[in-house]
């Protein structure tokens, strides 16, 4: 069975850090790409990071550019999202999903996804 579990989300103050942990099972890891994707009420859903499987190589939404860090870990199969400088606009449910083919940023990115995690920011 795939899975890939979110964790982390919780409630803290504009300048503040959390870090999300998105942990997969059930499929080979080696071969997916791995985003982290967020939904905020009442807003579209939007990419916000990505890992390739092959090089590392990572993306990033302009709005978290220089703040979000993502990283993996192949031998645990997880990723993380390490968010500081949190802003109030940050408030959104987040999600992990994996995807072996698409472009980041293509609209049908995303063969599996998770649960999300609720990150919630005060200003």
């Known amino acids: 069975e795939v899975q890939l579990q979110a964790s982390g989300g919780g409630l803290v103050q504009a300048g503040g850090s959390l870090k999300l942990s998105c942990a997969a099972s059930g499929f080979n890891f080696d071969d997916y790409d791995i985003g982290w994707f967020r939904q905020a009420p009442g807003k579209e859903r939007e990419g916000v990071a990505c890992?390739?499987?092959?090089?590392?190589?990572?993306y990033y939404a302009d709005s978290v550019k220089g703040r979000f860090t993502i990283s993996s870990d192949p031998a645990k199969k997880m990723v993380y999202l390490q968010m500081n400088n949190l802003k109030f606009e940050d408030t959104a449910v987040y999600y992990c999903a994996a995807d072996s083919w698409s472009t980041w940023g293509d609209p049908g990115w995303g063969d599996y996804w998770g649960q999300g995690t609720l990150v919630t920011v005060s200003s």
């Open positions: 890992i390739s499987s092959s090089a590392g190589v990572t």
